[in-house]
């Protein structure tokens, strides 16, 4: 079974310090890993993804991701927040060589991201 | 990216009434959809995986009379909440992958339903 972890329910940061949202994942083959957001009362939007190649991935509206294999993390970075950026945020994960239920997507409980102007 | 729609964005209805919800991809061909059911500050929970000409997969636990789902055509999917209740309130999305590049799923913008 594939299962994501966002340990922290609410992360606060003031508008131009850098931010972090945590995910650890667990998955046994392949992951394939994703960061979605979700603003009030609107479907997901996709940021970013690991699929393979470099460990850092570049998404949109400037945010990052670092996949470290060893720690089975892939946690969210921004290098200057905006409070725009102020959102729900889930981490998922998926197994890249399975077929059947494991290539379902597993997202986690999500963050709630709070830009302090 | 890939543009998935889902109509509509909200409803309200009443006890014992049915309401439809509609996904469509715009720009895609989507063979399978995926309808997720989301609670107040919580993560999104697969209920199940619609497959354009044959029958949806439920996940475990979800009522398959209750949320019927038809994918009739490579770009449509429907989700029926039949003889909804109070308890039946959520926020439904779903969303799509393309067919040949089976990474990252699009999302559809979410039906807030509320049952009276």
């Known amino acids: 079974a594939q299962s994501v972890a966002q340990p922290e329910d609410q992360v606060n940061v003031a508008e131009g310090n850098p931010l972090t949202v945590k995910c650890t994942y667990s998955?046994?083959?392949?992951?394939?890993l994703f960061w979605y957001v979700q603003y009030p009362n609107r479907g997901l939007q996709f940021l970013l993804k690991?699929?393979?190649?470099?460990?850092l991935v570049k998404g949109s509206y400037g945010f990052e991701a670092e996949f470290n294999k060893s720690q089975t993390s892939f946690h969210l970075k921004k290098p200057s927040a905006l409070v725009s950026d102020s959102a729900l945020y889930f981490c998922?994960?998926?197994?890249?060589?399975?077929?059947?239920?494991?290539?379902?997507?597993?997202f986690g409980s999500g963050t709630q991201l709070t830009v302090l102007p | 990216g890939a543009v998935v729609s889902q109509h509509p964005s909200w409803v309200i209805c009443k006890s014992g009434t049915s309401v439809k919800i509609e996904c469509r991809s715009l720009?895609?061909?989507?063979?399978?959809m995926f309808w997720y059911r989301q609670f107040p500050k919580q993560s999104l929970m697969l209920m199940a995986t619609?497959?354009?000409?044959?029958?949806?997969?439920?996940e475990q636990g979800v009522e398959k009379d209750k949320f019927l789902i038809n994918h009739a055509s490579l770009t449509l999917s429907t989700l029926t909440v039949t003889s909804a209740h109070p308890e039946d309130s959520s926020f439904y999305i779903c969303?799509?992958?393309?067919?040949?590049?089976?990474?990252?799923?699009?999302f559809g913008q979410g039906t807030r339903l509320t049952v009276v």
């Open positions: 969303s799509a992958r393309y067919p040949d590049r089976d990474t990252e799923a699009f």
């Open positions: 998955v046994s083959g392949n992951p394939y």
């Open positions: 690991y699929i393979t190649g470099d460990n």
């Open positions: 998922a994960v998926r197994d890249g060589g399975s077929s059947g239920s494991a290539r379902q997507l597993t």
């Open positions: 720009d895609f061909q989507a063979t399978t």
């Open positions: 619609s497959n354009e000409g044959s029958k949806a997969t439920y």
